[in-house]
């Protein structure tokens, strides 16, 4: 059974930093590929960060692209999302999530209907 777990939400002030954990339970690493979503109230969830072709490589929405990294440790089942110069607008509730196989492209690694797994979310907010 497949099991993922958040952690590492908190509250920051504009400009900061926080590194999102994510642990992975009951998958084979390199048959799955992982992705970083976020929802905000009253909007929908968007994607942040995917990796793809077996974790080599990766994929940013624009908002996040060079602010934002995704990154695996293979050997304990663990992704992370490393959040640098943080805004208010990237408050939201972020979400880790696993998809059987690899994607063909890396835009696809950020839409949540190819994912088959989701853990339950940590919280982030970040103060003007």
């Known amino acids: 059974q497949v099991q993922l777990q958040e952690s590492g939400g908190g509250s920051v002030q504009t400009g900061g930093s926080l590194r999102l954990s994510c642990a992975a339970s009951?998958?084979?690493?390199?048959?799955?590929?992982m992705g970083w979503f976020r929802q905000a109230p009253g909007k929908e969830r968007e994607g942040v960060a995917g990796q793809y072709t077996g974790g080599t490589g990766t994929y940013y929405a624009d908002s996040v692209k060079g602010r934002f990294t995704i990154s695996r440790d293979t050997s304990n089942d663990m992704v992370y999302l490393e959040m640098n110069s943080l805004k208010p607008e990237d408050t939201a509730m972020y979400y880790c999530?696993?998809?059987?196989?690899?994607?063909?492209?890396?835009?696809?690694?950020?839409?949540?209907?190819?994912?088959?797994?989701w853990g339950q979310g940590t919280q982030v907010t970040v103060s003007p």
């Open positions: 009951g998958i084979i690493s390199h048959w799955y590929s």
């Open positions: 999530a696993a998809r059987r196989g690899y994607f063909a492209s890396g835009s696809s690694s950020l839409e949540d209907i190819y994912y088959d797994y």
